[in-house]
């Protein structure tokens, strides 16, 4: 009997142990793949603030140097677009979808052709020339005509470009969306599983210790409550295994032995 009760409580000790490693396990891939989303998102972000303020340095740089004139810009329009770059650069070796920054990586080109021409026209020896005023790029006093009709255009599509890549992640979290609803079941399936296995074993024990163990003591009680009151003969009708039949059998004997000796 106690080696019964014993490898049925130390089976409800194996299945909760080894569930909970299991539930363990699982949480621990499920709140890595939430800290990798979140990374991602919080990097995506960082780096698209980055492009979209070193493009806004420049577009201010290059309106002070096409509509006002001021040549000081010029070294800071040429940092502005290698901030941009390395920016970028840096966005595609990390990206993991890299699609999505197709059009970014298209407009930035284009921005960098159109300024460097732009400051090439410029610094050119020709630049109050008769020539020049008859060029694609206009005077200082035509540069907001410039800017208005060939710039603008192109720095709205980069902005556009860059949130574009700000929100990209946003597609790619459906499937991981999926992936970590399935990491979540698997976690807690163990849980449920261990739960209805306990309470069969739970109900398996209750079974066996009421049958070979609560009721042979309840009626060898109920025999040695007769036999001391009433001297009714001991006599236990039971299936009674293991130490029940041997706490039976020696409470038969003495009983047995003090009818004999009162006689």
Known sequence: MRRRVTIGFLSIVCLLFFSGMISFVELGHLSRDTDEILKANRRNIEL???MLDAAHDQNVALIRRSVFGDRSYDSLCRACMDRLENTL???QSEALEKSFLDSLAFAVTEMRVLTDNFLAAE???ARDSTVWRNAVLPADSLGGIWYASEYEALYSRLTAAVKSYMTS?????????EQMKKNAYRAVTPVLISVVVMIAIVLMLF???SIYCVDPVVRMNKALGDWIAYRMPFAVK???KDEMEQLREKIESLTTRADRSEC
């Open 169 to 177: 992640t946003q597609s790619s979290l459906a499937p991981r969306t």
């Open 48 to 50: 698209a603030k980055g």
């Open 89 to 91: 650069l840096v966005a």
């Open 123 to 125: 610094s050119s020896p």
């Open 238 to 240: 039971a299936d009674c």
């Open 207 to 209: 079974y066996f210790v």
